[in-house]
Each structure stands twice: as C-alpha cells, then as structure tokens.
C-alpha cells in the first residue's frame, strides 16, 4: 500500500523534486557569496556600540548589489505559497478523483480495507507534503542566515531585515511552515471526500485556506499569549505625528515605536500616548506647548515639551522570547486541526460510495 | 480434435447439440476411440458458453457408454456408437453422393431435393412404425 | 451446497427513494448466476452490497458464509468489477499489475501475465488509451489474479462491440472452467446471460421478480395458446405471468409445476428472453385494482 501511495504520486514528487533541486541550485549560487559579505562586513563579534551602524552598512550593501533583493522575496513567496500548493494538487484530487473518476471500485475491492487505503494515503502524501515544505524553508534558511544575524544585531529599515513576527517572515521561518503543509494537505483532502469533484474541491481548499492564513496573523496569533506592557520616555526614535485641526492654534499629536530600547526584535502589538502610569491621554497638544508645535512642527522642541508635561509613550508587545513559544502553539493548533480533518475524513468513509 | 458449433435459433438446448455433434463425429468417423475430447476449458474459451453445460455434456456421454472421465487426464472416447461401420457408411455417402449429382444435373434444386427427401423419409420411417 | 450469496429482507434506502426492497436470496456456489432487469431496477445496488461497497439500510447479505468486506481476508475472496470498468488512466498496464501484486496477497502473478500476452496488451501502455474491449480485460484480469471464490461484475459488456463482447465473455468462461469460481453478473442483453448463466434473477422496480436454476425456469414456465377461456378455469398451481386475449384466442405464459394436462391448450416452451420480458411486463401492470375492477370481480 505504501508502494501504492507513492506510484500514484510519481508526477507530483518529480515535480515537488525539479523545484527543490531548482531552488537548492539557486541558493546555493547566491549563498556562499553573501556569507562572504557577512565575514567581511565585521558583523561577527562587533562591540555592542557599532552593531547597529556595521550591520545597516551590511544590510544596505546586500540591498543594492547582486540578485539577493530578488532571491529573498521571490523565497519568501514560494514557500508562502508551497503549503497551498501541495493542499490543491496533492490533497484535493486524493479522494476526488478517485470518487469522480470511479477508480475507488477498483481500489476497495483489492485485499486492503478502506481504512488502511486511506490511512496510508494520508500518511505517505502528508509527510511528502510537510517534507517538501521543510526542505525549502531549511534550505532558505541556512542561506538567509547572515541576514537574520545583522537583523538581531540592530540592522533596520531594510526589507531584507524583516522582523521576526512579521506575518511573512514568520509564516516562513521556523517549524509554522509544517503546520500549515499538514492542514492545507487534510482540508484538501476533507474537501475532496464531501464535494466529491477534484476542481471545486481544489477551489474550496484555497478559499478556505486562505481565509484562514489571513485570520492567524490578524485576530489569532496576537492573542495566543497575554501581552506585555510597559510606559517609556519619548525618545529620538518614537514617531511623532503632528495635525492641524479647525481651531486655530489647536493642534492634535500622535505618538507610535516600532522598536524597544532593551527589547530588541520584540513584537510591538501597539503604541500610544499616555502618562506615566500608562493611561493613555489626551492627544490634542496641551495649550503650553502650541508654540513649539506651530514653529518648528513635530520636531525635539515639541517633544521635549511634552516630555515635562509629563506625556510618555505606552507599548504592548510581546518579547523577542516569545518567539519560539508562538511557532510552538501556532503550529501545534494546525496539526490538531489537521488530525481532526483526517478523523472526520475516515468518519466519512464508509457512507462514501 | 472435434471443434463445437453453437446454433443458438434451433431450440435445442445446448448441452444436447454438444451431444449429438459427439454423436455425428463417430458417426463419420472423425472421432474414434481413444481420442480425447476437448477439456471443458478448451470449449467453453470457443464458445463462451458455461462449463456446467459442457460438464452435462460429457456425463450424458458418459451415461451413454460412450466416453469415459479420466481424472486428471481428459474425457476419451470408449467405443463407437452401435450403429453401421465405417465402410457401411462411406458405401451409403458415395451412393448418396451420386444420387445428387445426377439430381443437379436435371435441375433440381435444394428446396426441391429436400421436398423429395422429407415424402421419401416420412413414407419409408412410417411404413418402419406401423 | 453452500450459498456463494446469501440475502435476506435485503433493503438499500437512498433519501426517501428504495433502491432495492426486501430481497431474499440464496446463490448457490460454483455457478454463474445472472442478474437481469431494466435500467434502475436495483442491480447496481443489488452488486454493490455484495461487493461491500455499500452497507444496507435493512435486511442483511453474506458473501461466501461472511458480511462483505469484513476485513482483509474476506476482501480477498471476492472479486469486483464495476461498472464501466474504471482503471487508472495515467498509470501504465503494468502498474495495474504492480498494484494488484502489492494489494493482494493471493496475487498470482504468473495468470496475469499469461493473460495480459495471450490479450496482446502492451504493458508499457497508458490504461487511459487502451480500447473499451482491452479495459475490461484489464480489469477482468485485476479480478481473476487475487484468485478470489466469486467474481461479481456490473454489466461488464454493457458499451462493448460484439467481438469485445464476445471475447470478454470467453475469457471470463475459460477461467470459471479453470477455477473454482462463482460468478454474479448483471446485464440487460438477455441472450448473452442464457449462454453463460446456470442461475438468474429478475430484478425489477427494485423488487426480486423471480429467480431459481436455468433450467428450472425453463422446465416449469410455458406458453399456451389455444381456444378463449376465462383465465379462473385454470387448475390451482399454475401461476399466470401474462396473459392476451382476442375474441377467439387465448395466449398465456405460466408457471407451473406439474404438467400441463389440459388437452385443449398447445403448449410451447418458453425462451429465457421471453421469459424476462413477461416478468417485465407483468411487473409495469402492477397498478392496484380500481373500485370498479374490484367490483366486477366480487
């Protein structure tokens, strides 16, 4: 049975196999050399002082020369995108197509039940699928590593430098990808047994997919772990937002940070003005400071000015170090939905034919 | 080795028109003892008919006295059917022969050779019964 | 002898329509029994439970002494071809081959060879090209290589040529001479189940009509014609299956089983197609009486 499984999946493993060896090609084209920019950009064991300076210097070099600003997002997208794939070709025709087609007469009357059939099939293409997956994002990861290491290092505002909870990267990075492999692979094939017809099953599988890779990042991953707060002073960094109103001389402020001095690649959830106690307040500019804010716009001078009126920016985040436990949960919530999906599926085998 | 012909519009059933082409086989010659009948398998992958068929067939034959089951060898034939030899026979087919011949020759055709062979054979088969 | 297929009160309900009702039977091994009736009489579904391709709503089946598909080993004695023959179109003839070998434990690997060259069958072939003809051999092949007890097949001749046909049937013919095998069939051309069947049943409108040995149908069903008569004067025992009238002459087909003694009818024998269609046309007359035909009668 498991000969089976894999003979029947012979032209999507040649395929999952060109574009692995593709992509391996590609990287290991491109990698050596940026591991060579990182050796000489200093980076490794740099004073803490220099950091931040040597490592932008580094990020602005990989930017502008060579293929890596096309290589990096073109992997990011594939392997966004690889957990999809393999949930439409490999996973939806599994049971669609063998119900349309009427082949399942063929495989069920053979000496395996039909628990077995499908076990093995599940099992063989869902492995494959996760594998697949794996193996690219292994491999981008063991090429994007310098850049990964100038990004912790202090390197910013560079799109090569993502942090590490941003949605994309991590979607990309660590074990999430796996996550995502399995349950896209068992909702195909889930979709497959209850529509019956390999196209809309495939077209069900993306929508549903879809809607569910956008909801994580937006409305669930935010709330898996209780967030952290804390009230900080306005520095040089802090974005400071000024806007004229109807009343004259009345103006109105916003403060945001998107880094944490002492929290480096925390996930800033939001951002805000407030006292010290880290209520927020009001973001109409108090009447003593309406001067500084009218000559000089939102420059030190306003924000010194609201500085000693006490006004401070609050910040909810979760900790670099909450990394790891994310990708933890987020993938284990994508595997138990992948073995209720492949439950329900032998639920519904036997009312099948 | 005997090759059987199925006549699906005649009416008889099947394993008896295996029987009576058994029966025209010896008759003529074309089968004696000793030989053996085609297996059961052999006929039916010809005539794409049931083996139970061609099983009745052969015991009905067996019944007879005329062949016999050899387990793990094949039916064979056992003694010709109690009837005219072979020379009785070929003598009456060359006669019969002639007699058509010289039936052609004055124009008669098959409907009106079969139209003389029925009056004769009912004439002669009941002068027989009576 | 014991039955290859054994049903009793059988029932298969789809939403709120019976696909099959109270069907009782008992298939004796070692034949070739026959399915028959019109389309969307049952038969599919009739196979399909004994194939364990699907559970029964009522009643209950065994297959050779077990409930189908019960586990490996009954999945092992009985074969199954649906119907149009489905194979694996991207796969290769000798994928098949492969797939029945790692599927089966029985596999007999030498027959499907010696079938698959005496069928001239390319292996290296596409089962998706091969011809209607050569798809059923193929699958024929699949099933008679696990070596099972029965065989069921679902108009397995239905969309082929004559010569397919004929072929199809051949081959199937030569293996139940060379092994020890059962055979269910369905079709809807009688005459090519009167060569191959011992056994048949009549499914109509869901419901089993009638079903027994060949030969007994054939011995114990007649044609009369002779002289009008009142249908009522005939003797107990024998069963009208259908019946004409003109003004001067009666034709009945009957069942019955004793002899037809009445010297007034001629009594001719019944061809099995015949008999199907009376049953057939019996069973489109089943309306239930209206009030004044059931007056008259009283």
Redesign the interface.
Known sequence: MIRLSMLQLRVQAITAAVALIAFAVLLAATGPHLASLYAASGLRGCQPASCGQRANIFLQQVDSTGPYAAVYPLSIILIALTPAVTGLFWGAPLLARELETGTFALAWSQSVTRARWLAVKLTVGGLAAMAVTGALSLLFAWWAAPLGRAAGLGGSGNSLAMNQFNPLAFATHGITPLGYAAFAFTLGVTAGALIRRTVPAMAVTLAIFAALQIAMPLWIRPNLFPASHTTVAITSDTTLNLFTTDSPHTFTFTLATDGLAGQPGAWIRSSGAADAAGHPVSTVVPSACSPAASSSGPGPALANCLTSRGIRIAVTYQPASRYWPLQWTETGIYLVLSLALAGYCFRRLSRLS | MVEFQ?D?TS?VA?YLQLVQQVHQALRMGMLEPGDRLP???QV?????????T?HKAYRELEREGLVRARPGLGTFVTRAPSGPDPATQARFLAAMTDWLRSARAADLGPDDIEAIYRTASRTCFAEGVA | MNAAIQASGLGKQYRRAWALRDCTLAIPEGQVAGLVGPNGAGKTTLLRLAAGMLTPTRGTITVLGQRPAAGPAQLARVGFVAQDTPVYSRMTVADHLRLGAWLNPGWDDHLARQRISQLALNPKQRAGSLSGGQRAQLALTLALAKRPGLLILDEPVASLDPLARREFLQGLMEAVAGQRLSVLLSSHLVADLERVCDYLIVLIASRVRVAGEVSDLLASHHRLSGPRRDPGTLPAGQEIITERHTDKQSNLLVRTDGPVLDPAWAVKPVSLEDLVLAYMSRAGNDRPASPQQLKAVS
Do not use: D, S
């Open positions: 199925l699906e009416g099947t297996t059961a398998q039916v992958a010809q005539l794409a008919i049931n083996p139970n061609v």
